[in-house]
């Protein structure tokens, strides 16, 4: 996690494929190594599926699935188990090494299951992105 990392070797997690999740990933897939961890598929628009109650067509819309999503980057379908500073712990115990994560899950702070996390970052390591 040192700032002497060039860019294209820093890897960053993140896990949740909401509208957080996916922005961050697209906005972060041509200037890093990015992992996008997701249980499902697709993202499923929950205020989009309020509009396809009432407009026709736009049932369509709500789903957005996360094949393609990444040009650089890949996508996970997978559960965490756990998070530690630097590695992200699949249900199947796989052990994924990172520079950063990034918790976009959407489930609150009590139900993920997180190990010790250290904000570490300085000014000039986010200037990279």
Not at 17 to 45: C, F, M, Q, W, Y
Request: aromatic letters at 4%; charged letters at 20%; proline letters at 3%.
């Amino acid at each position: 996690m040192g700032s002497s990392a060039s860019t294209s070797q820093i890897h960053v997690v993140i896990v949740g494929a909401g509208v957080a999740g996916t922005n961050a990933a697209k906005a972060l897939d041509s200037k890093a190594r990015v992992t996008l961890i997701e249980p499902t598929d697709s993202h499923n628009h929950k205020i989009a599926a309020l509009r396809a109650a009432v407009v026709p067509g736009w049932e369509k819309r709500i789903r957005l699935p996360l094949d393609g999503l990444l040009k650089n980057g890949k996508v996970i379908q997978a559960e965490v188990l756990s998070v530690d500073t630097g590695r992200v712990t699949l249900a199947d115990h796989t052990v994924i090494q990172c520079d950063y994560v990034i918790l976009a899950h959407g489930r609150g702070k009590l139900a993920f299951p997180c190990g010790k996390l250290m904000h570490s970052l300085n000014a000039a390591q986010l200037s990279i992105f």
